[in-house]
């Protein structure tokens, strides 16, 4: 196995130091909800308090990293896309971006993007590739869209295809309007033919919007479900490809796909950069 690390990732003793064990953090949050190890208390209290109200939220957390599966596999085997840059990575578990991509084209290349202190602690455990292959990190924020692009073109040819993934992070733009920025930025940024794959929470249950409130209230960095209407305003200018806008379990299933109920879930888009370009669905969480 060949291993790149960015030069952008901090030493281990200073991401240390960065780690904060007083309040709940999504990254670990989320690895609670799917079976992680990755977690402190604080975590889990949270997230045993909104299953207590809305257990279905722990679906959603299998259904977001099946989607990832799914999605990336239909980028490779059926768009050819060997290239993905991944922003907010969150902490790795099974079935990583690059380990799904290079599992099916071992030459793919994988840019990993987080600014989370315990996310970066396990950097080394993400920076693993194929031979054939490379993966890479970057020690970066959203709101940093021009870092990000440089940094990345380091590794990626930007004169081929990019899929840029953003799963569950957008969330936490307070303002939804300056996310729209940084992902028309992005997407801008990328070569004709590139792919955008998203998913985030929605108002679409009473659970997800009290899983909502209680998140906010216990001292997390808040997480924001939106109207479907307004995230599929992300796609603007792009081609959506089948099926659509849809819930996460309902893009592209297959026999592995854990069945979520219809009131808990999240739609779910994938799309290209160019209107000359070819373009998917995705997932909204």
């Known amino acids: 196995m060949s291993e790149q690390q960015s030069s ?32 402190y208390e604080v975590d889990r209290e949270i997230g045993d308090q909104i299953k207590t109200f809305f257990p279905g939220l722990v679906d959603v957390a299998v259904a977001g990293r099946q989607f990832l599966r799914r999605s990336v596999s239909h980028l490779v085997e059926d768009r050819g896309v060997r290239q993905f840059l991944d922003i907010g990575t969150g902490l ?9 991509a ?3 084209a071992p030459e793919s290349r994988i840019v990993y993007v987080d600014n989370d202190p315990l996310v970066l602690a396990h950097a080394r455990a993400l920076l693993t ?34 899929a840029l993934m953003l799963l569950g992070i957008l969330g936490h733009a307070g303002d939804f309007s300056r996310a729209r ?32 409130k209680a998140y906010i209230e216990s001292g997390a960095v808040p997480y924001f479900v939106r109207e479907p209407s307004e995230i599929v305003t992300l796609f ?27 009131d808990v879930e999240m739609p779910s888009v994938e799309s290209a950069s160019r209107s000359d370009a070819r373009a998917l669905p995705q997932a909204c969480m």
């Open 92 to 100: 790795p578990t099974a079935d990583n971006t690059h380990q799904v």
């Open 181 to 212: 920025e940084v992902v028309g930025r992005l997407m801008a940024g990328l070569p004709s033919g590139s792919h955008l794959v998203v998913y985030d929470g929605t108002r679409t249950s009473e659970g997800m919007i009290a899983a909502e």
């Open 129 to 162: 590739s194929s031979p054939e292959g490379v993966t890479n990190y970057i020690d970066a924020d959203l709101y940093e869209p021009d870092v990000i692009l440089a940094e990345a073109a380091k590794t990626l040819d930007f004169d081929r295809p990019v």
């Open 8 to 39: 952008v990732t901090p030493p281990a003793t200073q991401v240390s130091d960065r780690i904060d064990t007083t309040r709940p953090h999504s990254a670990r949050f989320w690895n609670y909800f799917v079976g992680g190890k990755d977690n």
């Open 236 to 262: 603007d200018g792009l081609r959506i490809l089948d099926p659509g806008f849809v819930r996460l379990s309902e893009w592209r299933p297959d026999a592995d796909s854990a069945s979520v109920p219809a």
């Open 102 to 104: 290079q599992d099916i």
